[in-house]
């Protein structure tokens, strides 16, 4: 089990906060390399994902006692391996409640998030970092095979992803399971940043989709089922 869990702190909810008030003592999140991704050696793409696992541990610690602080919710039942749906209900709601008084349109562009150094007026983008890893340790405890790597993928490449030589969580290929199955979530939690009043994004979950299709195998499925 994850030892860093252990220095997630016990000190009860709290009364929530003015989240853009609260965000200004957020601890940024400094990659070794700052974007846009396109313009990454490998080896630098790799160091920023080595970065980051290596720290993943720590950044938990803070978004759990920040949430816990401000939003009144606790990330560690989940990560210990309890169901994941009272917590991303709770995200859910959070997010619902907060994040339009969040957005700020001047860096909510992906011009901005893709060369972004997480600190000062742009925060936020550290925040959302760690939430996307914290849906990803969601999948990690719960299906064996996914592990955070890079889209390394030609036609992510060609195709303009962003997800291109960016940490994702991946599923590498294996018999039976062709080709890797890659699920960019730190896009996944930007892009509902940007567009906090999104009709869909409020009346479905589209993080709690993703994690429970991933750590129930259905996403494997779907996917084998579209290479056949």
């Known amino acids: 089990m994850m030892k860093w869990l252990d220095r997630l702190t016990h000190r009860g909810a709290r009364t929530p ?3 853009f008030v609260s965000l200004r003592a957020y601890p940024p999140y400094a990659a070794p390399h700052i974007g846009p991704p396109t ?101 990690l405890v719960r299906r064996e095979g996914y592990r955070w790597g890079l889209d390394l993928d030609p036609l992510s490449e060609r195709d303009g992803m962003r997800s291109w030589q960016r940490p994702i969580l991946l599923l590498p290929a294996r ?12 896009e996944l939690v930007v892009g509902r940043y940007w567009h906090p009043n999104d009709v869909m994004d409020r009346l479905l979950d589209p993080w709690k989709h993703e994690v429970i299709e991933a750590a129930s195998g259905a996403k494997e499925d779907a996917w084998i089922a579209t290479q056949t």
């Open 17 to 19: 906060q003015d989240p």
């Open 175 to 186: 018999e039976g399971v062709p080709p890797d199955i890659g699920i960019d979530f730190e």
């Open 39 to 139: 313009s990454w050696t490998r080896a630098q793409a790799e160091a920023n994902l080595d970065h980051l696992v290596l720290h993943r541990g720590a950044r938990l610690i803070a978004l759990g006692d920040w949430l816990r602080a401000h939003a009144g919710i606790d990330i560690r039942p989940a990560l210990l391996g309890g169901a994941p749906d009272p917590l991303l209900d709770a995200l859910d709601a959070w997010v619902k409640a907060t994040w339009p008084a969040l957005f700020v349109p001047a860096i909510a562009k992906p011009e901005v998030w893709l060369r972004s150094t997480r600190a000062g007026d742009e925060i936020v983008y550290s925040l959302l970092l760690d939430i996307a890893l914290l849906l990803g340790e969601l999948v």
